[in-house]
């Protein structure tokens, strides 16, 4: 019997130990190149195992290196660079075929009492009355086949709406959560989010090209993730809005921010993509 996408990825982001700081993983089944976002979601559990219960992931910054398979396990490779009073810092690198295939520095920390500020949350359709991201990618490709293999659902809020050509720059408001529970362990809860923050960036930065799917070819080249509030996914809908400003020499930097429903920002993204027309 086959897992669902959700249990997969559970399966997934549950490491073996092999010593205090190594990790084994399994990058799961599919073809092609591997989904960067489940290595980043796995390096962030291997960060986490070695640290204190009391510390949670507050930021990751991260590049990708090579494109991973989904037939060769990968191997975390820990660092302890630094056990702080309220800052505890890990880097990690994630080997597959004796090479290097991403690495990723996370900073933990003890939750704390002090400033707070936040932007409103942008306004946007509700995810109800949007088109699914499956939907619209089988229409774009010409075919009918409509996959439902991601443990991410994305119910995109910008489909009709023209790319912006001048001024703020392209931008989406898209719907997105997991297809299914997750268990009750706050380090499976984060790197579910690391995970997800991977989804749909790529498509934010080619719409003011107009290259849909099919007409490019796309790929992370970094990832930095900081999380603002305890992260829970419990299947409800969070708005994921990102932007990109600029692109030049086939590069194009987006961010993007991570809301719950009740408006509370819970993450900011920002990655760098190269993106070239095919």
Do not use: K
């Amino acid at each position: 019997m086959s897992l669902s996408p959700v249990d997969q990825l559970v399966a997934c982001l549950d490491l073996e130990p092999l010593d205090r700081d190594l990790f084994l993983g399994d990058p799961g089944p599919g073809e092609g190149r591997l989904f960067g976002g489940m290595v980043a979601g796995q390096c962030a559990v291997a960060a986490g195992r070695t640290v204190d219960g009391d510390r949670s992931l507050h930021s990751l910054h991260a590049y990708f290196l090579r494109p991973g398979r989904h037939d060769v396990p990968i191997r975390f490779a820990v660092d302890r660079i630094r056990d702080g009073r309220t800052f505890t810092t890990r880097r990690v690198v994630a080997l597959q075929g004796g090479e290097a295939i991403f690495n990723m520095s996370a900073s933990f920390a003890r939750p704390e009492e002090g400033i707070a500020h936040q932007s409103p949350m942008p306004e946007a359709p509700a995810p109800e009355r949007c088109e699914d991201w499956e939907v619209m990618r089988a229409r774009a490709m010409g075919t009918t086949e409509i996959r439902h293999d991601s443990a991410v659902e994305v119910r995109v809020g910008d489909a009709d709406e023209p790319p912006r050509e001048h001024g703020a720059g392209p931008s989406q408001r898209n719907w997105i959560r997991l297809r299914g529970p997750l268990p009750d362990d706050p380090l499976v809860h984060t790197a579910a989010l690391v995970y997800a923050t991977d989804r749909t960036l790529l498509s934010t930065a080619s719409r003011a090209h107009g290259l849909s799917w099919g007409r490019r070819m796309a790929a992370s080249l970094d990832h930095a993730v900081w999380i603002h509030h305890p992260v829970r996914l419990d299947q409800e809908w969070m708005l994921y809005a990102s932007e990109s400003p600029v692109a030049r020499a086939a590069r194009s930097i987006i961010f993007g921010g991570l809301f719950y429903p009740d408006g509370r920002r819970v993450a900011s993204v920002a990655q760098e993509a190269l993106i070239r027309a095919t």
